[in-house]
């Protein structure tokens, strides 16, 4: 199954604004709102921080944000904390070759 | 309150299999869709497969076909995912996790809105 393409790294200081992009096709992204974001400290589940493209669960902290644009799906976490150094991932609904697919995954730096 | 608990750490022989277990408790078993999802070492997260506990139907990633099978116990409010013909590459973390959006009608909008509750993870590891 073919991966959605995230940057392999970004990194920010503490207060900064970061975006983390992720870029899939008309087959995922492109075509259904059923975009997710993820966190993952080490040695942890991960967590959902954001669905449906926009929609933030219940306790998420409103400094991340998510927003879409063609095939390319995109969260911003503003005002950067030392918390935040963690590993991201999206998500997408597809109805390609399979069901539901994650990103390659971004590692987040607090400098 | 939600809780997704995870069968214990396994490890396995190359061309064996593995089953791990999913108990699910706090909510109504069959209104949410679960999904399977691993992670390798130095690797990044895998979706593997879902399963409709209300039907248990089900649907698998294409790498998984024919080596996975996803099934669950209403009686008990567990789902389990048996992985065959395991290799190294099989070593990972593997989750369970119950999406955000109640429904099991077969759409994007239940099936694959967002996978809010996840269980502790459960380490397979396979070695000879």
């Known amino acids: 199954q073919s991966a959605l393409t995230q940057p392999a790294a970004v990194s920010g200081s503490p207060g900064q604004s970061i975006t983390v992009s992720c870029t899939g096709s008309s087959s995922d992204i492109g075509d259904y709102n059923y975009v997710s974001w993820y966190q993952q400290h080490p040695d942890k589940a991960p967590k959902l921080l954001i669905y449906d493209v926009t929609n933030r669960p219940s306790g998420v902290s409103n400094r991340f944000s998510g927003s879409k644009s063609g095939n390319t799906a995109s969260l911003t976490i503003s005002g950067l904390q030392p918390e935040d150094e963690a590993d991201y991932y999206c998500g997408s609904y597809s109805d390609g070759t399979t069901f539901y697919v994650l990103g390659t995954g971004t590692k987040v730096t607090v400098l | 309150q939600v809780h997704l608990v995870q069968s214990g750490a396994e490890v396995k022989k190359p061309g064996a299999s593995v089953k791990v277990s999913c108990k699910t408790s706090?909510?109504?078993?069959?209104?949410?869709?679960l999904h399977w999802v691993r992670r390798a070492p130095g690797q990044g997260l895998e979706w593997m497969g879902w399963?409709?506990?209300?039907?248990?139907?089900?649907e698998y990633a294409q790498s998984f076909q024919g080596r996975l099978t996803m099934t669950r116990d209403t009686s008990i409010n567990t789902v389990h995912m048996e992985l065959r013909r395991l290799t190294s590459g099989d070593t990972a973390i593997y989750y369970c996790?119950?999406?955000?959006?109640?429904?099991?009608?077969?759409?994007?909008?239940?099936?694959?809105?967002?996978?809010?509750?996840w269980g502790q993870g459960a380490t397979v590891t396979v070695s000879s």
């Open positions: 399963i409709n506990p209300y039907s248990g139907s089900t």
């Open positions: 706090g909510y109504r078993f069959i209104d949410y869709y």
């Open positions: 996790a119950r999406v955000v959006t109640r429904g099991i009608a077969a759409r994007p909008s239940t099936r694959a809105s967002g996978l809010e509750v």
